[in-house]
């Protein structure tokens, strides 16, 4: 399940994943999380790989996008010491 990705973060389709177009598997990075002001709900905004970027971006609820293990984009990540 796509929990708390954050801006810049690694994310690959889920099998849950309803949004036509995309497969599970495909891979993506998160560029802003939405909000749903009706229900609450958590989607992510997300420019995928096989996408040209000039025909825009994928939105995707949490439970549609999960981390691709192992490449998180946070300082620990990239080699940043505190």
């Known amino acids: 399940m796509g929990r708390d990705h954050k801006p810049r973060d690694r994310v690959r389709v889920a099998l849950e994943s309803c949004v036509p177009g995309y497969r599970p598997g ?3 990075r998160v560029l802003r999380e ?3 002001t ?3 709900a958590l989607y992510y905004v997300v420019a995928m ?3 040209d970027p000039s025909q825009g971006s994928a939105v995707f609820s ?3 996008i ?3 293990v192992g490449t ?3 300082e620990a990540a990239v080699g940043v010491r505190p």
């Open 66 to 68: 999960e981390l691709d």
């Open 34 to 36: 939405l909000v749903s």
């Open 26 to 28: 495909d891979k993506g």
């Open 49 to 51: 790989d096989k996408d």
């Open 72 to 74: 998180r984009s946070t």
């Open 38 to 40: 009706t229900r609450g």
């Open 62 to 64: 949490e439970d549609e």
